[in-house]
Antibody, heavy 121, light 111 residues
Framework: QVQLVESGGGVVQPGGSLTLSCAAS????????MHWVRQAPGKGLEWVAF????????YSADSLKGRFTISRDNSKNTLLLQMNSLRAEDTAVYFC??????????????WGQGTLVTVSS | QSVLTQPPSVSGAPGQRVTISCTGS?????????VHWYQQLPGTAPKLLIY???NRPSGVPDRFSGSKSGTSASLAITGLQAEDEADYYC???????????FGGGTKLTVL
């Protein structure tokens, strides 16, 4: 069965950097687009970033202003999120999610359990 | 403020039917992009509930159904059960933002 396990969360100071990882198993990782979605404490879901199955196309939310970079290593079945210039408002649980194409876009059919990032001094 | 608008909360008694609306605009739902729905039980990750407006993944009870018309979509839950108490989110794609968007979420309370 599909398994997505995030890691790398923790407490970081404002302005700092952090890299999250998502280890995938139970499916052919290199065949699927992957996403990061976050959820601030007590708030709703917010899409963060997407990478196509082969890593050639990548998109991230405009609100992030280029501070976050998504990447993947298909040889290691791993999805990454490099986060720079972190702000208090980036505090959230970060989920990785497997994308499934439907029509012209994606839905998220499997999710990890999430990793908590806390930005605080 | 979310791109897709959902009511903050809905409630119903066991056995009743409730609906949750998801209102978008001409750059997302109205542009023809499909709507998908997720259920998030307290303290857990979201789970896919409905994909492609009306389709249920394997294992999702047929008490859950989805529909879409124009710039809006709806999730209906019939025969409410205590275990349905959760947050529900709609999701689509927005071509003016060039990204995936969620509704703000709706908390379902089973009375």
């Amino acid at each position: 069965q599909v398994q997505l396990v995030e890691s790398g969360g923790g407490v970081v100071q404002p302005g700092g950097s952090l890299t999250l990882s998502c280890a995938a198993s139970g499916f052919t990782f290199s065949s699927f687009g992957m996403h990061w979605v976050r959820q601030a404490p007590g708030k709703g879901l917010e899409w963060v970033a997407f990478t196509q199955f082969d890593g050639t196309d990548k998109y991230s939310a405009d609100s992030l202003k280029g501070r976050f970079t998504i990447s993947r290593d298909n040889s290691k079945n791993t999805l990454l999120l490099q986060m720079n210039s972190l702000r208090a408002e980036d505090t959230a649980v970060y989920f990785c999610a497997k994308g499934v194409t439907y029509g012209t876009t994606y839905y998220f059919d499997s999710w990890g359990q999430g990793t908590l990032v806390t930005v605080s001094s | 403020q979310s791109v897709l608008t959902q009511p903050p909360s809905v409630s119903g008694a066991p056995g009743q039917r409730v609906t949750i609306s998801c209102t978008g605009s001409s750059s997302n739902v109205g542009a023809g992009f499909d709507v998908h729905w997720y259920q998030q039980l307290p303290g857990t990750a979201p789970k896919l509930l409905i994909y492609g407006n009306t389709n249920r993944p394997s294992g999702v009870p047929d008490r859950f159904s989805g529909s879409k018309s124009g710039t809006s979509a709806s999730l209906a839950i019939t025969g409410l059960q205590a275990e349905d108490e959760a947050d529900y989110y709609c999701q689509s794609y927005d071509n003016s933002l060039s990204g995936w968007v969620f509704g703000g979420g709706t908390k379902l309370t089973v009375l």
